[in-house]
């Protein structure tokens, strides 16, 4: 029992990091139709921001957030406005292609600058937690937790209680119509893409507190973040945040079968994708477009 | 465009000229430059290790030159590497050697980092009946495929981590029980089983729980191991596991008397990357630079280390991929010298019978081509500091034991 509710708390933690690089890369599948291939890129972008921050100023980690949300939230809108754009209407192949060309592209220029050695935000409170009897929650994974939450609310909020954010889920929804009441598509996506990217920032920040980061790192948070897409829903925040805690339940409890279970545990959650897209392609908590 | 192309036609030319006009006034014996090929994850997720490999070879390189190159008969050959990025992907490596083989017509071939790009690419050597002298590629695998011209300089895998089971026997409070992290690949499930095969010999019992190969989030695992409550706590994967784990260990307070990596924990990154909470952690190292042997040529131990300082300054001590990637040049010098020739046929032979000390450990190879001759040895980390612990007759400090639990540091 004490076993189970520990593996609750490790899955809804690592969850966590999977909201936090799901809501952006949701975002821009959602609005633009790009599955952006790039965001794990992105992600470590980040990551080294706040590690940059931490070893040469001693900034705190979680004080280096707002900072990579900027940051990539200006790499973001230039990107998206100078690059991506050109190809926004063209097929699926085409932003597939460039968005994993740019991915090579950033990885390859982080390799220059940091070089390919691993890196580690180490604060004086990494490793200490809260000990409620034998349950142990490490702070540094309840923190990334809570921020990535409050990210998903924050970009709920803009979405739908802003007139930025109801101008892209309008373009998202039908971009004729938006550009006929006068919303100006080209920095409406360049917007929406400079969001998502900022989401990347943060759960990038986030990340280097969890593991040790190089270049290459962000790669297999690509493909989680279109899991827990898949998994939630297209479009909703809220459904990315509930793919993104279920994909780290799965991940936890496939994990923690003893022997070799815990090799099967990309299986299982692959395996529910493919059951998700077969009986509720819409996913779990997303609605019918 | 075009008259760009021209120009850089003629500053080729000009070069060419001028390096060959070089080496004419040197009026020494030189012979032709004898190529080696080596196609190494530069890019994607063995970049770490691939570099430290690429060090070691050029390390040597450059030592060799600066000798005038290998001794081949009253000879001197200087010698060159050409190296391709395989993006550490084991496919791309095997592509990069067979077109090293036909297209640039490199004479020799260097391993590639990791046992799945050099499990590939032997099979390309032996076609081409190339010698290729591989030095980071562990599993036993490679070499039961009964091919003849694949050598490892290095121990196979399932040495990893017999030296950490062998000096635990000899810890006082005895450790009893071993808990294995694995992940899923070749050479750490070899790793893991020669474990589970040898340790209860010695009196442990040893349970097996393997992970996905480059997973991060080992909490789980972490968590599986801590609700056993073994005495010794061992992960047979990479850095990046090995790092993982470690951080998991401390955020659950995993706490066990002895906590041992097969392979992360020698590499400067590891205590980069923890800090004071890398302290303790045993591994299973090819070499330290503590290690002293009676090297019949090249370098001593000391000497080594200087060389990588002097040439790499800021980047710490040399670990034991760059000094077994180093070896592996020391094999085909000696094999060359030895044979006196460049024959592909001949310098493997020479190869097969190849017995030599080197600052890396004795270099002699097996009927089926891996280095079964050189010992293991255990290494922990003191302080942020890389000591050597046993066997005893090489240890320069004697092991800190047991671990502390983590609120006692």
Known sequence: MVNFLQLLVLGLLAGGVYVGVGVGFGLVWGVLNIVNLAHGALVMVGGYLT???????????????????????????????????????????????????????VINLLLLLFKSDFRSVTPSYAGAGLELGVLVIPFTRLGALVVALLLAAGLAFVLNRTRTGLAIQAVGADRDAAQLVGIDLRHTYALTFALGAACAGVAGGLITLIQAITPTAGEPYTLQAFVVVILGGLGRVTATVAGGLLFGLIEVFGQSIPGSGSVYAN???????????????????GRLR | MRSRSSVLLVVAALLSFACGGTAGTGGTSTGATITFGAPLGLTGSLTKESTLTQQGYDLWVDWINQQGGINIDGVKHPVKVKYYDDTSSANQSAVLMQKLITEDKVNFLLGPYGSAATATDAAIAEQNQVPMVEANGAAQAIFNQGYKYTFGVLSPANKYLQGVVDMAATLTPKPTSIFMLSADDNFSLEVAN????????????????????????????VQAAKAANPDIVMNSGHLLEAIAINKAAKEYKLNSKLFAYSVGPSTPDFINSLGKDANYVYDGSQWTPQVKYKPSFYLTESQYVDAYHKKYPGAGDPDYHVAESTAACLAFQKALENAKSTDPKKVRDALAKLDVMTFFGQIKFDSRGINTYKPMVVEQIQNGQHHTVFPTDVADVKPMYPTPAWDQR
Do not use: C, H
């Open chain 2, 194 to 221: 020669a474990v589970r095969d040898y340790a209860p010999s010695k009196g442990f019992t040893v349970t097996l729980q393997k992970y996905k190969n480059g997973s991060t989030n080992l909490a789980a695992e």
């Open chain 1, 51 to 105: 590690w940059t921050l931490f070893t040469r100023l001693g900034l705190d980690p979680f004080l280096s957030l707002p900072l990579d949300a900027l940051l990539l939230f200006t790499i973001g809108y230039l990107l998206q406005r100078g690059v991506i754009n050109r190809v926004i209407r063209a097929p699926l192949l085409f932003t597939f292609l460039l968005t994993f060309g740019v991915n090579l592209v």
């Open chain 1, 267 to 285: 299986a299982i959650a692959f395996g529910l994708l493919v059951l998700v897209l077969i009986l509720r392609p819409q996913g779990l908590m």
